[in-house]
């Protein structure tokens, strides 16, 4: 079976940068083929892909937010961690991470999710 | 403005059936697989379909997917109240490499 939960602070001031991180079990990222993405939601908004990041360490970015984003894979400890700088209140949504399961390059789908995290952004 | 284009909400009646769409492009739908999310009040999204119309174990036949050059289509039979959430739909976008989400449809069972 594979989790995944997201952790991270649940207020950030505006500048700051944010931390996120997503713990997971039931599969590792040394895997051939097997990815972690992130995605976001602001309050009764739609869904936003952030990043991705695959078992050969290949990451992708979303194009609008690329400059402020990094992601990163820890194998031995089943973790990936994102990290988005110049935090503003926009930014404020709740944050998941998600399995990414496929069966071929052009053939990729986000499952399982986690619970989500919701980061504020506010002074 | 999202990438994918979906109607911001349907409605239908217990038992009858929807269909939800999702509209694209070449760089995106035309040319990669699309998958479907389910997301119920409060609750983080769980995935419908994949592979454009295969379903993972444990989601009932009533959800179905297709798709037809830059467009995709849910369908959903013998609606319950229970399928009462948003549906997004997503791809990835081989133009900007990036995954991409539909805005999202709120389906109401009256």
């Known amino acids: 079976q594979i989790t995944l939960k997201e952790s991270g602070p649940t207020l950030v001031k505006p500048t700051q940068t944010l931390t996120l991180t997503c713990t997971f079990s039931?599969?590792?990222?040394?895997?051939?083929?097997?990815?972690v993405g992130w995605v976001r939601q602001p309050p009764g908004e739609a869904l936003e892909w952030l990043a991705l990041i695959y078992w050969d360490d290949d990451k992708r970015y979303s194009p609008s937010l690329k400059s402020r984003l990094t992601i990163t894979k820890d194998t031995s400890k089943t973790q990936v961690v994102l990290t988005m700088t110049n935090m503003d209140p926009v930014d404020t949504a709740t944050y998941y991470c998600a399995h990414i399961g496929s069966s071929a390059s052009n053939r990729r789908w986000f499952d399982p999710w986690g619970q989500g995290a919701l980061v504020t952004v506010s002074s | 403005q999202s990438v994918l284009t979906q109607p911001p909400s349907v409605s239908a009646a217990p038992g009858q059936k929807v269909t939800i769409s999702c509209s694209g492009s070449s760089s995106n739908i035309g040319n990669n697989y699309v998958s479907w999310y389910q997301q119920l009040p409060g609750t983080a999204p769980k995935l419908l379909i994949y592979?454009?119309?295969k379903r993972p174990s444990g989601i009932p036949d009533r959800f179905s997917g297709s798709k037809s050059g830059t467009s995709a289509t849910l369908g959903i039979t013998g609606l319950q109240t229970g399928d009462e959430a948003d549906y997004y739909c997503?791809?990835?976008?081989?133009?900007?490499?990036?995954?991409?989400f539909g805005g999202g449809t709120k389906l109401t069972v009256l």
């Open positions: 039931g599969f590792s990222l040394s895997t051939r083929g097997v990815g």
């Open positions: 592979d454009n119309n």
């Open positions: 997503g791809t990835w976008d081989s133009s900007v490499s990036a995954w991409v």
